[in-house]
């Protein structure tokens, strides 16, 4: 009864924990285009470049707003329940066929855990993945669903675990879990679930910051290094796993599917820096008076840019009414990649969570703060020159113009 009784304390303090992140919300208003008119989308819409949806989204100002689904978030988070509970139902009832001596709570609890190890390795081959591919970038505009998901997963398997395993002695079931199994000198029989246990609590800690509030009240570096931590959460995870396969499993698939995980995770992971690598490694022509070629204007697709390193800093290089501006590369939301954005109603947006600077300034229209730097660019030939000395976040920058080129429709 006590072991029932603390299971329903626990996820009780996380649910009210759960309402309060979403009271808040950041919400971001799209700037006015030539005509004056507002485009809206949020700072978690399913792909703030999509501007079909943009009558389904809630109307922006600078506060924290209650969570509103737009239609992608429907379908995005629809298909995620409906993937899960189709995952637990094939496991259990697959695993009753196989194991009929299993019990329901035994099932489960391989269910709720399996299922978040494998959503935790989706959610980080998501990130490689939209690097390699933009296809696979509409996955990562909500990927802290994903996250958020995968902790209530893993926090399912270990209640359950804790119940069934330590909660029902004469110590408190948490005590129990660190010195039921003091045995850490033996590899074959070392204390697995406390790995798991720390795992936990560092998925915790990034599914309750997960909200905008946070991001903004911890400051955009420290929150970065705080969901950083998934790393670490997964080799804790790894050792969890594989630790507990050996105390309990004879048969060599789980290890085999573990195996194929974390060579899959470190092989997305190589081939993303090998290619932005690449971007930073690809040579440029100086030019005259400090600037650097970058390429031809027509290899700039309209509203749109490419991405050059200089200095060791990325350039974003965008094209749009006749005119070339350059700006830093690096959102000041969570370092979203701007120049794989393109600009919208005369703005950079960016193309993870929709944050916007004005091209020629780097800065986001007002009543938003975020500014980014600046800097000068040319035109000659047909060839776009940048240079590579920064002006300060926010500092206006007279754009080149592309001679012969008639201005064209703001996207």
């Not at 997964?234 to 060579?263: D, K, N």
């Not at 000068?376 to 920058?397: E, F, I, Q, S």
């Amino acid at each position: 009864m006590r072991a029932a009784e603390w299971f329903v304390n626990l996820l009780t303090a996380y649910a009210g924990a759960g309402v309060a992140f979403a009271r808040r919300r950041p919400a971001r208003r799209l700037c006015g285009g030539p005509g004056g008119e507002e485009a809206h989308a949020t700072t978690e819409s399913g792909n703030p470049l999509d501007r079909a949806d943009a009558a389904e989204e809630f109307a922006m100002s600078v506060q924290y707003q209650p969570i509103g689904w737009n239609r992608q978030k429907r379908i995005y988070d629809s298909v995620l329940a409906a993937s899960v509970l189709l995952y637990l139902a094939l496991f259990v009832g697959l695993g009753a066929l196989v194991h009929p001596n299993a019990t329901a709570e035994t099932l489960l609890i391989r269910g709720f855990g399996t299922a978040a190890l494998l959503l935790l390795h989706v959610i980080l081959c998501i990130g490689p993945l939209g690097r390699l591919d933009r296809r696979f970038l509409p996955l990562l505009y909500n990927r802290r669903h994903l996250g958020v998901t995968m902790f209530l997963l893993g926090l399912s398997h270990g209640v359950f675990s804790i119940v069934q395993f330590h909660g029902f002695g004469d110590i408190h079931p948490l005590v129990s879990l660190f010195v039921s199994n003091s045995r850490y000198g033996s590899l074959a029989d070392f204390p697995f679930q406390p790995l798991g246990f720390f795992a936990l609590l560092i998925l915790f800690l990034m599914a309750s910051t997960s909200h905008d509030f946070w991001l903004h009240n911890l400051s955009a570096p420290v929150w970065k290094k705080l969901h950083m931590l998934v790393y670490a959460a997964y080799a804790l995870l790894i050792g969890h796993v594989t630790l507990g396969a050996l105390q309990s499993e004879t048969s060599p698939v789980l290890a085999a599917v573990l195996g194929v995980g974390l060579a899959t995770v470190l092989s997305l992971h190589v081939a993303a820096a090998l290619k932005e690598q690449r971007v930073d490694e690809a040579p440029v022509t100086p030019g005259s008076e400090g600037f650097v070629e970058v390429c031809a204007v027509d290899k700039i697709p309209e509203n749109r840019a490419v991405v050059v390193s200089l200095s060791g800093e990325r350039v974003a290089v965008f094209k749009y009414g006749g005119k070339v501006s350059a700006i830093s590369n690096v959102c000041r939301h969570q370092n979203g990649p701007l120049g794989e954005g393109r600009i919208l109603d005369g703005c950079v947006t960016c193309p993870w969570h929709g944050y916007q600077y004005l091209p020629d300034s780097g800065a986001s229209p007002p009543p938003f703060t975020e500014k980014v730097a600046t800097f000068r660019t040319r035109v000659v030939d047909g060839k776009v020159l940048v240079h590579p000395c920064a002006y300060a976040p926010g500092t206006r920058v007279e754009p080149a113009r592309i001679e012969g080129e008639t201005v064209g429709r703001q996207a």
